[in-house]
């Protein structure tokens, strides 16, 4: 191709210094689009720039952008057609298009330039170039527009009396600028609609396209895409009344009235397809996304809307996957129509899953992923699609009405499909109606795909969530539970926050609170292993800061990425006592049972787990039946912008006030602190009443180390059950005790055997001695002295168990009290 010269105007930024901007329409006008990536090569062509520069999109598309694209520098030649030779001495030349091509430039440019296209004159050309930035491989932006149509006026000697060139402004400084926002997405079909909008962000960023005139207006370029533009015919209509003034022939234009009756059309399809756009995906929710798209196109487009999702689209599950075929189940998700309320009801309900043979135009557009226009439903086709409606009539519904069956994809696959009908009065669907209906199904599957994403996704994130966090029984021996998780977001519903109880030895309790710095998938993997380790530390009954040296040690194995905090608190409810420990994490509430105040704990603070190489200390409270410990996590008390203090002093006046039940005081106590807004972590709460055991409850008795204490032991056990009210367990409590006593007695070193009943939920049942080796529940054949007591153990008992001690081992077992 035969390239011209180029006249560049320097780049303009910014309002223009008081200046007025033109009338309105006057920088309407088709716009050339070309995209060039780092290689220099084009990678989008689109149609305005097929007619601007002459090339058609197979032969532009690859090709570098220099063989393509005006880029010399040298002064345009003159042109009694185009006398523009003042502007071009006026302006200095800047920047050419090449400059840019080449990647120098890291700023937009813009000038103008001379180029002959083939079969045509040589055309005078504007043109803005924006460098881009990003992931993606497009590098440049270029416009470009036809300088020809813009020239309002000329002296009959030539001389020109405005000259026109291109420049920017801020985007801010003209109403109308958010016209070229919605507008290119629409030039820019191969590209995502992540890709687009990161394009059109960065033109509004660095310049918005104006023309300059000479009389020091700016106009903004508002593109015109593919309708005749105004500018067009307000020239049109210069050159008539030019005409009308010299007495000579009014210059003829046969197509103008077929070129305007198309392009309006065109033009409401635009902007119908913009209003569509921008009434759809509001949200995320799968379900009034639904129903967004059902009402978007009725009754403008049809009159009658139907959708239909795949099964695994409904359920918010993974991306459906392989060609749907004649058993694939469609659920009706939504029908909208513009006919008498409830005619459709009971026919065709929302909710009924149905497949579609093969002979039917819905698997012709489900299988092909193409729209199918049926421009009138025959009444055999009505019948055949009826068929498919058990005991229900739908042929008067759909019998004589025109159809379009539009397919939902995303990433080439379809989601679903939406049946469309017009009234038999009203015109039938058309080719341009197929375009249309496909480009609205193509964004309509693009909004389902994303909630349908986040509908997976947030499922799988609150499964997740509710597998690592544990569920706690509301009562444990001496003490009720209650708990609250809260996630942090809605786009981030794991977290590293968790709380747990342990069932441990002497009808203890340890309650635990943790928080995993972070949030999201890595900071839930790492609570999960900080938790697993946890109960497994807390099973072997060691001392609160023991646990959590131990636990630090482990975190320091499994990598310096995480840090955690955690409290960890043991509850004897026979001793009256709390034994804590803390590692980083904000103070334990306790509310007093007497006179109802609350107090922060006063605990030795500690550093996170995973710092490393810091002792823990622990401490022991006394506490009273009927008294409160409520812990939590900072998510509950912080707030951005906000003294923690203010937080920790709104949490200890909640926890005191009165309640009905734990689940009443964990409820106001988040409705006091989750109501103050700005909170993004997500909380963790447990709260727990310690009503402690009664000495009458508790039964004690230290026994020799003589193997006929075995007897003793079946004795005093039967007697303190009958003391109880409890003779329906005496057989089996004595049972079983008698077993674990005589294994004591045969193990233990020294120290004589403490024997201990205990009546609370469950009737618990304890055996110390001073040997550290824990039993193994073995296999007894009949004739084996060994391994048979901890079998009968295992069968009568409701659980059973054992645990070092600090000076030995303790072996334990439960049975269900009557009427529980």
């Not at 009801?345 to 012709?364: K, L, R, S």
Request: glycine content about 10%.
């Amino acid at each position: 191709m035969d390239r011209g010269t180029e006249r560049d105007t320097p780049p303009s930024r910014g309002a223009g210094n008081g200046t007025a901007a033109g009338p309105a329409d006057a920088g309407r006008i088709p716009l050339a689009v070309v995209v060039i990536d780092r290689e220099g090569l084009v990678s989008h062509w689109s149609t305005g720039a097929r007619r601007l520069f002459g090339v058609p999109k197979d032969e532009a598309i690859g090709q570098s952008a220099l063989d393509l694209l005006p880029v010399s520098g040298a002064l345009p030649e003159v042109d009694e057609d185009l006398p523009y030779e003042g502007y071009a001495a006026a302006d200095g030349l800047g920047p050419g298009l090449g400059t840019s091509l080449d990647g120098g430039l890291g700023y937009p440019a813009a000038g103008r330039a001379r180029l002959t296209v083939p079969e045509r004159t040589r055309v005078d050309v504007l043109w803005w170039a924006y460098p881009l930035v990003g992931p993606g491989r497009e590098r440049l932006l270029v416009l470009a527009a036809d300088a020809e149509g813009l020239h309002r006026d000329e002296h009959a000697d030539g001389l020109l009396v405005e000259r026109i060139a291109p420049g920017f402004a801020l985007h801010t400084d003209f109403p109308g600028a958010e016209e070229l926002a919605r507008g290119l997405p629409e030039i820019l079909p191969s590209m995502s609609v992540g890709e687009s909008a990161r394009i059109v962000s960065q033109v509004l960023e660095l310049g918005y396209p104006v023309l300059e005139f000479s009389h020091n207006d700016r106009v903004p370029v508002t593109p015109d895409w593919g309708v005749a533009p105004r500018v067009r015919r307000r020239a049109r209509r210069e050159r008539a009344a030019r005409a009308a003034a010299a007495g000579l022939p009014q210059p003829e234009d046969p197509d103008d009235e077929g070129e305007d009756l198309e392009h309006v059309a065109v033009r409401e399809r635009l902007e119908f397809l913009n209003e569509v756009s921008g009434r759809i995906g509001t949200s995320l929710d799968l379900s009034r996304t639904i129903v967004e798209v059902s009402k978007a196109v009725v009754p403008r487009f049809t009159d009658v809307a139907g959708t239909y999702l795949r099964e695994q689209v409904v359920a918010g599950e993974g991306f459906p996957e392989g060609v749907p075929d004649t058993t694939t189940l469609w659920h009706r998700v939504a029908v909208e129509h513009t006919d008498e309320p409830g005619r459709w009801d009971d026919v065709v309900p929302v909710g009924e899953a149905m497949p579609f043979p093969a002979h039917t135009p819905f698997f012709q557009c489900m299988t092909t992923g193409e729209p199918v226009l049926v421009p009138r439903i025959s009444e055999q086709m009505g019948h055949a699609i009826a068929s498919q409606f058990e005991k229900r009539d739908i042929r008067p519904l759909i019998t004589g009405r025109s159809m379009l069956v539009v397919p939902l994809k995303a990433r080439d696959v379809v989601l679903g499909f939406m049946i469309l009908l017009r009234h038999p009065e009203r015109a039938e669907f058309n080719d341009m109606d197929r375009v249309t209906g496909a480009e609205l199904a193509a964004r309509a599957g693009l909004v389902l795909d994303n909630a349908r994403m986040y509908t997976h996704q947030e499922s799988v994130a609150e499964t997740l969530q509710d597998s690592m966090l544990p569920h706690i029984p509301p009562r444990m021996a001496g003490c009720d539970i209650a708990t609250r998780y809260l996630p942090g977001t809605l786009l981030g519903r794991v977290g590293g926050d968790w709380f747990d109880s342990v069932k441990l030895p002497g009808a203890r309790t340890a309650l635990v609170v943790g928080d995993v710095m972070g949030h999201g998938l890595n900071s839930a993997a790492m609570m999960g292993q900080l938790r697993t380790a946890v109960q497994t530390m807390a099973a072997l009954d060691l001392p609160p800061a023991q646990l959590l040296r131990n636990l630090d040690d482990l975190a320091q194995r499994l990598g310096d990425t995480y840090l955690a905090t955690c409290l960890y608190a043991v509850y004897d409810p026979i001793a009256g006592e709390l034994h804590l420990a803390n590692a980083g994490h904000i103070p334990p509430v306790l509310v007093r049972a007497d006179d109802g105040r609350s107090r922060l704990l006063d605990l030795p603070t500690g550093a996170p787990i995973g710092v490393g190489g810091v002792p823990f200390e622990a401490v022991r409270v006394r506490v009273e039946p009927g008294d409160r410990l409520v812990m939590c996590t900072d998510g509950l008390v912080e707030m951005r912008g906000e003294d923690i203090g203010v937080g920790l002093a709104t949490l200890c006046e909640s926890a005191a006030h009165p309640a009905a039940s734990m689940d009443d005081a964990c409820d106001t106590v988040i409705r006091a602190l989750n109501t103050r807004g700005g909170r993004k972590d997500d909380v963790a709460l447990l709260m727990a009443r310690l009503n402690g055991i009664a000495p009458d409850d508790v039964a004690e008795w230290t026994l020799p180390l003589d193997p006929r204490q075995a007897g003793r032991a079946r004795a005093v056990v039967r007697e303190q059950l009958h003391a109880w009210g409890l003779p329906e367990l005496a057989y089996s409590a004595e049972l079983l005790a008698g077993e674990l006593v005589t294994n004591a007695v045969r193990h233990s070193h020294a120290r004589p055997v403490a024997l201990r009943l205990v009546r609370g939920d469950t009737l618990l049942c304890e055996v110390d001695d001073d040997d550290h080796e824990l039993p193994t529940l073995l296999s007894a054949g009949p004739g084996d002295e060994c391994g048979r007591g901890l079998r009968v153990v295992s069968t009568l008992a409701r659980a059973w168990g054992a645990s070092r001690t600090g000076d030995g081992k303790s072996v334990w077992f439960e049975l269900t009290l009557p009427g529980r």
